[in-house]
Structure formats: C-alpha cells, structure tokens
C-alpha cells in the first residue's frame, strides 16, 4: 500500500490526538475507570476513520510470513480463551467490565491505531512522539504527588502510587532512548537524556526491588549497545559522551537515593532478594488455582481472584490475599489456564522471531533495527523480569503491539528492495 502524504481528514486528526492523550494517562491509575469509557469513545471514532484499503494492507502484513501468521493466531487465541473463561463468570458481571477493558478495547484500539497510522508516513516517528509526550506526562504527575506528600510521605508498603507510575518509565525509557539517538538536534537529544535521566531518578520513589532491577537492566543494556558498534559500523554514541552520560546518571541517582528518597531505596535494599512471602500469599495459592480449572482458567477481574481465594482459603494455610498472583505467567494460568499459557509462549516466539528478522535482515535501515531491538527489550524488562515478581497490567502489551505492528508493516515494504538510511524525525 503506497502511503500518503496529504493533509488527514479532521476526524482522524481528532483520533490521533485522542490515541496520544490515551497514551499519556495510560500508567496512571488515578484515572482508571474514566479512562476506559474514553478508550471505548476512541474505538467508535477510529471505526469511522478505517477505510477499505488500510484493511487490506494490514491483512497482507498479518499473512506475509508464517511467522506473523503465528502472531496473529496466538493473538486472536488469547483474545478467545480470555472471553470464554470470563464468561463463566455469569450471572457475575465484573469480570466482563474488566474483559472489556482489559482485553477487547485495548485490542481494538491497537488494530484501529495501527491501520490509521499504517496509511500515512512517519508512523512510528508519531508513537515515539506520543510515547514521549506520556513520558513527560508521567513525570509532571509523579513530581506533583511526591509535592503533595512531602510533609508525610507515604509508607512504600501502604498504597505506594509511585510503584504504578514507575511501571511507565521502565516502559517508556528505551523509546526515549531510540528518539534520542534518531534525532540530530543537540537540543532535542539534551531535553531527551535529561528527561531520561530524570524518569530513572523519579523512579527510585517507588520503593520496587523490580523496578530497580528492570531499570539497571535496560540501562546496562542500552548503553552497552549505543557505545560499542552494533547496528553499524560506529557507535550511536562517541565513547566519552556515553562515559559522561553514565556519570551522570550514577551521580543523580546516588543524590537521589541518600538524599531524597533514602527510606524508599535503602528500605527496598534491606528486603533482598527474598521471595519467601510472594510464595506463601501468591504463587503458592494461584499453582493450587490453576490446579483445579487447568483448560479453563477463571478469567478476568478482581472479583474472580477474590472469591476464588476465598473459596480455597481452608487449603491455604498462612496465606493473605493481597489481590493477584504477583507473577506474569501465574496470572495468565489463572485467568485462562494451561491454554493461555501455551498461546502466549507462541505469541511471545513470534514476536522476537518477527524482531530478529527485521534486524539482522541486510535492507532494513537503521530505524527498522534500532526498533527492533527496542520492542524485545521492552517487552524482556516490561514483562519477562518484572513479571516475575509482579502482575503487568494488560493495556502496555496493546502498545507493543501497536508498534511491532506499524514495524512489520514498514519491514513488509522495503522486504526484498534496495533501501538507503533515512531520517524520518
């Protein structure tokens, strides 16, 4: 499909600037219940924006290859099972208010995203804009909650809102990153890093073992990568400026942890590594959930964990409900059973099956690489390591989708032609 460059028509201008103002309030559950009537208002206005041939050229890109056919199956199966199970839940309705806006808004709102930025240049230039607008959304919000406790300052155990909006700068830093290296303005690379910087400082306030750990992974990892060569023949970033950017994050964050937020980071550091209560409260408890509706699962809502827990509390000895499994993996057994689990691991091979392709692929630019690499990292720190201790909330996973979406559309493109680097920003 040949892209365009002309003016959109108002209704899509209007949905894109919705999609970006959804984006930003995404992280932040203050907002939740309200947010998701607004992401079903953009569902039924992206429906009036959708025209026949932006279906067309995302069919051909879901059926390209046996690996995006692969994608599309599992991801379609897990919609599925998600909706069976919850249905179970009937007379209950709770579960289908979080089936609706967990699972089917964001999966529509992905699909409709993706075929309205699929017709026009510069999609992706446009989610790493609208990921950095959320960005600095997420940390004006952070930096006004920390004003407003400053007097007392809330106890990192006792309904912590830091930990939630942290989620958002585990997510949102590698993207930044990308822009940053993409860009050729100082100025506009200096507000990036600075506002990179500051996320990760903002983020010790969360008093997370797994936040911290995610975000000392990506860290190493995109510094590792921007200073020594590998998606070309140079560095993304001349040896001294990534020293000096190292320095500088080290210097900000030892400020931030002795001085600021001492009692959340030092407070983290004194728990460990220690699992021994997420064993007794929540994997323990959701291996002896799944046990019993191993094909089914129970579905969405936390009405569902709540009654199920209840229901089993005589055969969990010790154990509290504290409202989820805290583990990824153990949340999607319980929600829809050994299924979901199998469906998910194919989905999660396809995905960096598809990214691996596009990156080591010899026409794809530097952007197509560079974003490659940054949706697998993502996704590793968003869902693999920090799903091993806690419960990712669904929605982010429709923004990765969205995005590897819009990059195996531009991957189908260039496939097999000869394609010269570009600056698309």
Not at 150 to 176: C, K, Q, S
Not at 325 to 333: E, F, V
Not at 375 to 397: A, D, M, S
Request: with cysteine; charged share 10%.
């Amino acid at each position: 499909m040949q892209k365009i460059t002309a003016s959109k028509p108002i209704l899509t201008q209007i949905f894109l600037l919705g999609y970006a103002i959804y984006v930003a309030l995404l992280f932040n559950v203050a907002f939740d219940k309200l947010f998701n009537w607004y992401a079903l208002g953009l569902v039924f206005l992206g429906f009036c924006c959708v025209r026949p041939e932006q279906i067309t050229g995302l069919w051909q890109t879901l059926t390209s290859s046996a690996t995006m056919k692969l994608f599309s199956a599992s991801m379609l199966g897990i919609v599925l099972i998600l909706s069976v199970a919850t249905f179970r839940q009937l007379p209950q309705t709770e579960g289908l208010l979080s089936l609706g806006a967990q699972c089917w808004v964001p999966f529509a709102l992905a699909t409709l995203s993706c075929l309205i930025l699929l017709e026009y240049k510069n999609g992706i230039s446009y989610l790493l804009k609208v990921f950095t607008a959320g960005a600095i959304t997420i940390a004006c919000f952070d930096i006004w909650l920390y004003y407003q406790q400053w007097a007392a300052i809330t106890p990192m155990d006792v309904g912590n809102r830091h930990r939630e909006l942290a989620d958002a700068y585990i997510f949102f830093i590698p993207f930044l990153f990308l822009l940053a290296i993409l860009n050729n303005s100082s100025l506009y690379k200096l507000t990036i890093w600075t506002l990179i910087i500051l996320m990760s400082a903002l983020s010790i306030g969360s008093g997370a073992r797994g936040i911290y750990i995610v975000l000392a992974i990506e860290w190493v990892i995109l510094l590792r990568v921007a200073v020594f060569p590998l998606f070309s023949d140079k560095p993304l970033i001349p040896f001294k400026k990534g020293l000096f950017l190292f320095s500088t994050l080290i210097l900000v964050f030892s400020v931030t942890a002795h001085y600021i937020f001492p009692q959340f980071f030092f407070g983290a550091l004194h728990r460990g590594l220690s699992v021994d209560a997420r064993m007794l409260h929540t994997w323990q408890p959701t291996l002896y959930f799944i046990a019993q509706e191993p094909l089914s699962g129970f579905g969405l809502g936390l009405n569902a964990w709540n009654s199920v827990y209840a229901a089993n509390q005589i055969h969990l000895p010790g154990a509290i409900n504290v409202g989820s499994a805290h583990n990824w993996i153990l949340q999607l057994g319980f929600q829809g059973g050994v299924p979901l689990i199998g469906l998910m691991a194919l989905l999660v091979f396809s995905y960096y099956w598809q990214a691996v392709k596009i990156f080591v692929y010899p026409n794809s630019d530097l952007l197509l690489k560079k974003s490659s690499f940054i949706i697998g990292l993502v996704f590793f720190g968003f869902y693999v390591v920090r799903g091993l201790v806690e419960t990712p909330n669904w929605k982010p996973f429709y923004l990765l989708v969205t995005f590897f979406l819009l990059l195996c559309c531009e991957y189908r493109m260039v496939l097999g032609a000869d394609n010269k680097p570009r600056q698309i920003l």
